[in-house]
């Protein structure tokens, strides 16, 4: 994941001006509050998060083959 420079705010100025973090997300869709400078949480436009919580078909059908493939062995003697 990339973080955008512009989107982080540290935990006490988020804890002390929300509306701040609110119009980072606003603005950029995200907003990552650091912890002891380090990255810690994430928060996402509810919008956003709806759609990226939401697997392709597609994505869903090839894990299935790969699962498939890795665990052959054991489908063909559960199938006997």
């Known amino acids: 994941m990339t973080i955008d420079t512009d989107t982080m705010i540290s935990i006490t100025e988020a804890n002390q001006n929300f509306s701040r973090v609110a119009k980072l997300v606003d603005e950029h869709g995200t907003a990552v509050i650091l912890k002891n400078n380090v990255p810690r949480y994430l928060v996402i436009d509810f919008n956003k998060a709806e759609k990226e919580k939401v697997a392709t078909t597609e994505d869903v059908i090839t894990i299935s083959e790969r699962l ?5 062995e054991a489908n063909e003697e559960l199938a006997k």
């Open 68 to 72: 498939l493939k890795q665990n052959m």
